[in-house]
């Protein structure tokens, strides 16, 4: 366990200005509440506040930071209030702790909310102060070294994947790359053990080997540079296990076929020194094309800047070289911690304010969000940009997701402008809304005043502003929609009980309706009756409440019903032992005979049939369902679509129709299509009588010669 004066020693090493002392008093403090609590590995507790700020010493972060880590669970563990940090360590030590304290005494529905407003309080107060992140980042970090301690497995890996979808991501967005790749490597070995043992074991087989190429590569490289009288120091590093996994999974590659495993990294004084050594570099072996970044010129959004290249090594392989000054590599190390300026009265330059216009924007487009899955969606969204840099028509940049659109651009410049947009010159020319941008493209917006967004946007926006936004305004649009409807539809219930409605709409009997409904405005009251959440029947009988005659299915059958044109049911389906009813089946199920099934009463269409198990029977309003059963009498036959996959051969067609032909089925409609790779995918519509009938259908077909499966389409 490290000890507090070890932590007083580093940060006297890099902190000249501080005052040292609160970081002993938060100690003495965090020591006397945390007395007699226990870690799960039997520790005392207080050796968790100890190895956090001995975590924030390592980014050197400044005094009032580091006496904040060691206080940062009083609040939420121990007896110790707000008010008593406030007046023992000053206000910005208790806001700190504040926002790194978790949500535990509040109630959510689901443990979903419970994380999703964790998270949403700690980015509020992040955007506030960085260093809440920053703390919390250090929290996390020895929390996952000491995993091995939980007794409960799935708490493990719900803990690792929180790591791995929320905090890593937040590391490489703030540029402190070494505990993003630590929380990486960690979540990784709790999620996926076997993939993580056996990447672990491949490196181990081949370091002998590679330390020697490592140090072989150094001297060689180190000799060149002096030679052009460059003074550097140069390292080799290996990639963690787990962007070999990535890497492995994303670009199909075996563990022999991943180049990068071992990197190299030049350190200079100057950027002019950066550039010379790239081009000593480029001269000594052959650059791969595309594979040059240069973040020196453009830097990573989080202030992180090298150069990187891929060149053929000395071996005919393919190896990557970073290049940068001792300042560049410190901000790496540090991420944002290099530059943030904690001290009252300073103020942070406008090149770091635009380091976090991502976590601005973040919170901006979160505030709406109520819906927990939705929430975390969108953060993880906003921390997994892989960047591209866009150009406005006046030489502004502008970064983007990649695979960002056009739609993006504009909603990226102003909300109006991406609802109004109508089309985007791209370098000039006109290209279609859904086009991916480029780094260096050149946008320019296309708007028209009278022009709204498309619900197909959805399906090819990147960005969370951009999504919100189309969302927001479809929203408005069903919300008026469904008001007008909710109103005409109230209007002829209740006229048709004698009520006025729109004199009921005004009483303060409609509000307690409402609020029994769960709305706390009489026109969400209206809305949910347009949208058909809740029936006008519904309401009405809430003012004219019927204790003797209970609404059942046939009732409603009756008044939905009773004005559609009857004519004979179709033969195979009963509704309550009723024969004089329109039915129809579900297209979207093709139920037959054998399979359970279920009615849904359709207004002006009689009785509409799905397989009870159909996902459109499942939503259905329960209210509206009706009992209904097959006609064992039938001799009717019945449309069921198939999918049938095999390879392509001679007479596979002849076979097929061959095969329902000797089963008495008829083939109602039959489409097919062959792939590159010589398989055919083919759709048949087939009719049958029963599902006795189908299953002998299906054991038929699977019997033909390269006939890889069949299966029965929903």
């Not at 023992?88 to 689901?110: C, E, P, Y």
Request: aromatic residues 8%; contains cysteine; proline residues 3%.
């Amino acid at each position: 366990m490290i000890r507090i004066n070890d932590i007083i020693d580093k940060a006297s090493q890099y902190n000249l200005e501080d005052d040292l002392d609160i970081i002993d008093r938060a100690y003495i403090y965090s020591a006397r509440v945390h007395d007699g609590q226990m870690r799960l590995s039997g520790e005392p507790y207080l050796s968790h506040p100890l190895e956090v700020a001995g975590i924030l010493a390592d980014m050197q972060l400044d005094a009032v930071s580091i006496a904040a880590g060691l206080l940062h669970d009083v609040i939420e563990d121990t007896h110790a209030t707000e008010e008593d940090l406030e007046q023992i360590f000053g206000r910005d030590v208790v806001q700190i702790v504040a926002g790194v304290t978790k949500l535990s005494k509040l109630t959510f529905n689901s443990s979903q909310a419970r994380q999703a407003e964790s998270i949403r309080k700690m980015l509020l107060a992040m955007a506030n102060d960085i260093r809440v992140i920053l703390i919390k980042l250090a929290d996390r970090l020895h929390n996952m070294r000491t995993l091995q301690y939980h007794k409960n497995e799935s708490k493990k890996k719900q803990i690792s994947k929180e790591t791995l979808d929320i905090y890593a991501p937040i590391a490489a967005r703030l540029g402190i790359y070494w505990i993003k790749n630590e929380l990486e490597n960690i979540s990784f070995k709790y999620l996926q053990y076997n993939d993580y043992s056996r990447i672990e074991a491949l490196v181990d087989t081949k370091k002998g080997e590679q330390e020697e190429y490592v140090e072989k590569v150094k001297i060689f490289l180190k000799e060149k540079m002096e030679k052009a009288h460059l003074d550097c120091k140069i390292l080799g590093r290996y990639k963690n296990y787990f962007s070999i996994y990535q890497k492995m999974q994303d670009q199909n590659l075996t563990f022999e076929e991943v180049y990068d495993i071992i990197a190299f990294r030049i350190v200079l004084d100057t950027i002019p020194h950066c550039y010379e050594a790239l081009g000593l570099v480029h001269a000594l072996w052959k650059p791969i094309a595309k594979k040059f970044k240069d973040y020196i010129g453009i830097p990573k959004p989080n202030m992180y800047q090298s150069l990187h290249t891929t060149v053929i090594g000395p071996y005919g392989e393919r190896m990557e070289i970073q290049i940068r000054t001792h300042e560049m590599d410190r901000v790496a190390k540090s991420g944002i911690a290099a530059h943030w300026s904690y001290k009252e009265g300073r103020q942070a330059d406008e090149k770091i304010s635009n380091t976090f216009a991502w976590l601005q924007n973040l919170i901006e487009n979160q505030a709406e969000v109520r819906d927990p899955d939705e929430f975390l969606e969108n953060v993880r969204i906003d921390l997994f940009p892989d960047e591209v840099y866009i150009f406005t028509p006046q030489g502004e940049i502008k970064s983007l997701p990649r695979g960002a659109t056009p739609v993006d651009f504009a909603y990226l410049i102003h909300t109006e402008v991406g609802n109004q947009c109508t089309g985007a010159k791209v370098n000039g020319r006109m290209v279609p809304l859904k086009y991916n941008l480029k780094t260096s493209d050149i946008v320019e917006i296309i708007t028209s005043k009278n022009h709204h967004p498309s619900k197909d946007w959805l399906n090819f926006v990147k960005t969370v502003k951009a999504r919100s936004r189309i969302r927001q305004w479809i929203k408005s649009q069903e919300k008026e929609r469904s008001m007008s409807l909710g109103r005409e539809m109230c209007e002829k219930a209740f006229r048709k009980e004698g009520l006025n409605f729109h004199a009921l709409l005004k009483s303060d009997t409609m509000m307690e309706i409402a609020e029994q409904f769960g709305f706390k405005a009489i026109d969400d009251l209206i809305v949910s009756v347009g949208y058909g959440k809740i029936t006008a029947l519904q309401l009405v009988r809430k003012f004219e409440p019927r204790p003797d005659e209970k609404e059942t299915s046939e009732s409603l059958l009756g008044k939905i019903i009773g004005r559609v044109r009857k004519k004979k049911a179709a033969s195979g389906v009963m509704v309550k032992g009723i024969d004089d009813i329109l039915v129809r089946f579900g297209k979207c199920c093709n139920p037959v005979p054998g399979d359970t099934i279920t009615g849904y009463i359709t207004r002006g269409f009689g009785v509409t049939v799905h397989r009870s198990n159909c996902v459109n029977a499942l939503k259905m309003n329960p209210e509206r369902r009706i009992d209904v059963q097959w006609n064992e009498d039938s001799s009717e036959t019945f449309p069921v679509k198939l999918r049938i996959s095999s390879f392509d051969r001679v007479g596979l067609l002849a076979a097929i129709a061959m095969s329902i032909s000797k089963q008495s089925a008829n083939i109602l409609s039959l489409n097919t299509k062959t792939r590159d790779n010589g398989t055919v995918d083919s759709l048949i519509v087939i009719a049958v009588e029963n599902t006795g009938h189908l299953e002998r259908v299906l054991s038929s077909l699977k019997k033909i010669k390269y006939v890889q499966e069949v299966i029965r389409m929903d």
